[in-house]
Structures are given as C-alpha cells and as structure tokens.
T-cell receptor, first 114, second 113 residues
Framework: DTAVSQTPKYLVTQMGNDKSIKCEQN?????MYWYKQDSKKFLKIMFS???????INETVPNRFSPKSPDKAHLNLHINSLELGDSAVYFC?????????????FGPGTRLTVL | GDSVTQMEGPVTLSEEAFLTINCTYT??????LFWYVQYPGEGLQLLLK?????DKGSNKGFEATYRKETTSFHLEKGSVQVSDSAVYFC????????????FGKGTMLLVSP
C-alpha cells in the first residue's frame, strides 16, 4: 500500500499553461505539505495544511494555489506556468504539527515547462 | 533563521569503506534533527532522527548523534554497500507554532564495488 501518492509522476507542458498535481495520503495524518526541489536538489517548503486549513504559506508566487478538499488530499494548482517552475514537487504528510513528527514523502512529480 | 549546512559532495567510496557525512545546524530553541535519503528517481525516505540532545538515531547500519554543544548531527556508517549510493539530506524542524523541515543541500554518495 502506497502511503503518500502523487499524480502525475511526470508533467511536461508549455509556458503559460495551467496544471494541477494531486496528492493523497492513507496514513490518517492531519498535516500535509508541498515542497519544491530545484535542479540542484535543494528542497524548500512551499505550503502546509493542517486539517484542511492552510497554516504555512512561504513566499511562493500567487500563481500557486494549494487546495485541501479533505485532510487526506492536498492538491497544487499552478497558473500561467513559467520556465522557472520546472522542478520536482514533493508532497509529504505527518501525524500533526509537532517538531518531533516524522514527515513521509511521496515519490515526487517532475514538472518540465518548455 | 534556521539553517542546515552539509558537506558538499559527491562523496566517492569503495564498498566496505567507512562513511561520515558532516552536518551542522543553526536554530533557535531545541530542534529535532533528521537524516533523509533519496535514491535515484525516488522520493525521500526517513533514515533516522533524534529529538533531543545526546540522542542517537540509528537505522540500517547508519547512525548519528545529536550534539548540542557542537550543533552537529554527523551521519556515519561502518561499512558502506553499493546499494547505499544515494543523496543524503540533513534536516531540522524547530517548533515555532507550525513545524516544517529545513533541509541542507544534500550530499551525493557514490559507492563502487
């Protein structure tokens, strides 16, 4: 059973398009995250939701809009895609917001903007 | 702000060699410390963690000790295998209302037979 799953695994699209990435976790966790990994493999937090409520929104352009329909799902919609959005996007979940909680990561979505 | 500094890679070793990957951190308060591993083409997996000073995390032959006095969490393994080839990330969470992982830049390990 996959704990944290993401779709699609690969996404190739043109500049200016709008695309979505979906994430689901079956761990019963309350908290979910989106991270971005750039071409040098550096990972940075983008958003975090706790029980469907947005709790962290790092300095991300407002073309990025997360949505959490329920606490098992966290989707990421990106408008007007730019070349610089090319990256691997990882979804993660954790039991709660404690600093001792382990975060479990999905397999990643590799987004390529042409 | 919080930050994590890891040694730059790639680290190239022969099978059965001893591994050390250095990690130091800057954080306010008392963070929890983690090592994650990313195998080629895959997501991140937790390798080990420590949540308070002097704790030792260990898993699959890897270990790291939380050293508050030197603000370090160095990863070690006594005898590496080819299958350990991956990128290793040191990370911390420091509770400030909501916890998120702050990652180091990652260290690639390449093990040859």
């Amino acid at each position: 059973d996959t704990a944290v799953s993401q779709t699609p695994k690969y996404l190739v699209t043109q500049m200016g398009n709008d695309k979505s990435i979906k994430c689901e976790q079956n761990l019963g966790h309350d908290t979910m995250y989106w991270y971005k990994q750039d071409s040098k493999k550096f990972l940075k937090i983008m958003f975090s939701y706790n029980n469907k409520e947005l709790i962290i929104n790092e300095t991300v352009p407002n073309r990025f809009s997360p949505k959490s329909p329920d606490k098992a799902h966290l989707n990421l919609h990106i408008n007007s895609l730019e070349l610089g959005d090319s990256a691997v996007y990882f979804c993660a979940s954790s039991p709660g917001t404690s600093d001792t909680d382990t975060q479990y990561f999905g397999p990643g979505t590799r987004l390529t903007v042409l | 702000g919080d930050s994590v500094t890891q040694m730059e890679g790639p680290v190239t070793l022969s099978e059965e060699a001893f591994l050390t990957i250095n990690c130091t951190y800057t954080a306010t308060g008392y963070p929890s410390l983690f090592w994650y591993v990313q195998y080629p083409g895959e997501g991140l997996q937790l390798l080990l963690k420590a949540t308070k000073a002097d704790d030792k995390g260990s898993n699959k032959g890897f270990e790291a000790t939380y050293r508050k006095e030197t603000t370090s969490f160095h990863l070690e393994k006594g005898s590496v295998q080819v299958s350990d080839s991956a990128v290793y990330f040191c990370a911390l969470t420091a509770y400030s209302g909501y916890s998120t992982l702050t990652f180091g830049k990652g260290t690639m390990l390449l093990v040859s037979p």
